[in-house]
């Protein structure tokens, strides 16, 4: 059995998640489910469960604010919040496990599974760590964890170059002339690296535009990076790049 506690303000969403809990997750033991992040941070000093589903926005001290304060995590975690783009991006690109509100009970299913599977597994609390310093920095200088045959690695945003589409796969070109090819669509990585700093200058290129040099016209249109590659820029996508570098 898996020893858990549930942390969430909303008494509605704890009595969602306990039904859900006993028809879905045999193996979910909770201990207690706690109203307020005061009194789940007792509750974990106490009873020192195996998970907790921590709910982010709590009035006085949300989840985030909590597990700064608690420090050394030894425990796994499954957070649940409203739909916030903003903590859903945090999350997906920290590789962390989260619902999203109102919880639908296969999601549930596939959270705790990946938790037992981690678990098995040994992971580290490395991602929660990223997942908090990201929160607390702008997209430009988050860390992606970028996914490996053996787990993850986490990479400076800032530092990938540009990414390109390997077909089911991406090619991650990094600062350090390092390449990573993972097992995502470069749709999927654009999802997750902030728009403020990448563009798609074609079907099957993603850039850092911070690291272009140079735009040139000819040959239909292409960019010279700092590094002194050279990328194809699509027509369909030249206006929208010529207007982002204040070319229009």
């Known amino acids: ?98 619902l999203l509100k109102p919880i639908d009970a296969n999601d549930l299913k596939d959270a705790v599974q990946k938790v037992e599977w981690k678990m098995n597994e040994g992971s580290s609390g490395h991602h929660i760590s990223n997942l908090l310093r990201n929160i607390r920095q702008p997209f430009a200088e988050h860390k992606i964890a970028l996914p490996q045959r053996e787990g993850y690695e986490f990479i400076d945003v800032s530092a990938i170059i540009y990414c390109q589409a390997e077909g089911a796969y991406t090619k991650v070109f990094i600062s350090d002339k390092k390449t990573m090819l993972i097992s995502r669509t470069l749709g999927d990585v654009e999802e997750l690296l902030p728009s403020e700093i990448f563009q798609r200058i074609h079907h099957s290129t993603l850039v850092n535009v911070t690291c272009i040099a140079q735009f040139l016209r000819t040959d239909g249109g292409y960019v010279v990076l700092k590094t002194g590659e050279k990328l194809s820029v699509s027509k369909a996508k030249k206006e929208m790049l010529m207007a982002r570098l204040g070319l229009k």
């Open 1 to 98: 059995m898996i020893r858990s506690v549930i942390i969430d303000d909303e008494q509605h969403c704890i009595r969602a998640l306990l039904s859900d809990l006993q028809q879905h997750c045999p193996n979910i033991e909770v201990a207690e489910a706690c109203a307020s992040a005061k009194q789940g941070m007792m509750a974990i000093k106490k009873l020192n469960p195996d998970l907790v589903f921590l709910d982010v926005e709590m009035p006085w001290m949300n989840g985030f604010e909590m597990l700064e304060i608690l420090g050394e995590i030894n425990f796994s975690i499954i957070f649940t919040t409203a739909h916030d783009e903003f903590a859903a991006k945090a999350f997906r690109i920290s590789a962390v496990d989260y």
